[in-house]
């Protein structure tokens, strides 16, 4: 029995195929930031536009390698994201699900990024758990007591911190998406602190749009040093080490909080694409310790955007869907 999870919530054109053991069959990824870096960020209709070429070039292959017989369970990432793009995946399942007679399962983005953590793993992460989710459309922390019921602790008011390290990486004339690009340039930098911190306030909100400002007020005094690699490395690691110690500091609170009224919490789940940074998840990771909370992140490859996480949350609500017919 196979499951097919499809993902194109955003720019990156992903179908995965998994059997019954949770086992990757099959896996494919069509990046698109050649087409969205001329422009410094995603460009929905152009995103919509490739995923249908990329799509065909996916299906056509897939076509040659499993038994359509085989698919009990297609499972599209239906929302949230940009509508074009989204239309496409679920079209696409929802076709293949009907032509194969097969469950057509809608999954929450989200979802699919919580399942990330279980991917390549013997043992999936047990309920309770708290999540914080860090990418470019969120930063959240949710309280999950079971599959899908989740109770969301802090939120940011405005951009995500993954938003913010894109248009920051712009501004510095880095190349779309500017997050691993910060990342990278950090490794040769120091920390000047030149820029305002995003909020410190005593609860597990986030904001990063002031932060975001006072970089570009920052940069706007210093343009003619914006094109010396020792200038943007030492403005990366600043912005890495203002953006880790602020989620770390956030971590602790929503932990507090969360064990105040669940004292038997044990696990924490780091996902979404800047959960791949290694200073942002170490940072974390030592918070989580020292209330002996268990932090579990997706493996570098599965942080970003992918579709095996959406089959395996498809193929653990085709599941328990099952458990309940019997
Ligand atoms: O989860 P994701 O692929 O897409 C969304 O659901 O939004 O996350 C993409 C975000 C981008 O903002 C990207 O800059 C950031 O994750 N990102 C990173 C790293 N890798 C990806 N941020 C910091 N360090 C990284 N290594
Ligand atoms: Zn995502």
Do not use: W
Request: hydrophobic share 40%.
């Amino acid at each position: 029995m196979l499951t097919l999870g499809i993902e194109t919530s955003c720019d990156d054109t992903c179908l995965s195929v998994i059997n019954d053991k949770f086992e990757i069959v099959l896996e494919y990824k069509i990046n698109q930031d050649s087409i969205h870096k001329i422009y410094g960020g995603v460009v929905p209709e152009l995103a919509s536009r490739s995923h249908l070429e990329y799509m065909q070039i996916i299906l056509k292959d897939l076509e040659n390698k499993i038994n359509p017989q085989d698919i009990k369970c297609v499972a599209s990432t239906t929302h949230p994201g940009l509508s074009g793009s989204l239309l496409i995946g679920y079209m696409t399942g929802y076709g293949i699900a009907n032509a194969c007679n097969a469950t057509f399962i809608p999954i929450n983005h989200l979802d699919g990024h919580i399942e990330s953590v279980n991917i390549g793993r013997a043992y999936h992460v047990k309920y309770p758990m708290l999540i914080l989710l860090i990418s470019g459309g969120h930063c959240q922390f949710m309280l999950a007591k079971n599959i899908q019921e989740y109770e969301v602790i802090g939120k940011t008011l405005d951009d995500s911190v993954g938003e913010a390290l894109d248009k920051i990486g712009k501004m510095l004339n880095l190349e779309y998406p500017g997050g691993p690009k910060i990342e990278a340039f950090a490794r040769h930098g120091k920390t000047i602190l030149p820029i305002g911190k995003p909020m410190y306030c005593d609860n597990a909100n986030f904001s990063f749009s002031g932060f975001k400002t006072s970089a570009l007020r920052y940069l706007d005094k210093n343009v003619e040093a914006k094109n010396e690699h020792l200038f943007i490395s030492n403005i990366c690691k600043s912005v890495e080490e203002i953006v880790s110690d602020n989620l770390s500091y956030k971590t602790n609170i929503a932990i507090m909080q969360t064990l105040a009224k669940l004292p038997e919490l044990k696990n924490f789940v780091l996902c979404g694409g800047v959960s791949a940074n290694i200073l942002i998840n170490s940072k974390i990771a030592n918070t989580c310790q020292k209330y002996n909370l268990q932090m579990h992140s997706p493996n570098i490859k599965y942080a970003t955007d992918n579709a095996t996480m959406i089959a395996f949350a498809g193929l653990k609500r085709f599941q328990s869907i099952q458990e309940n017919v019997k």
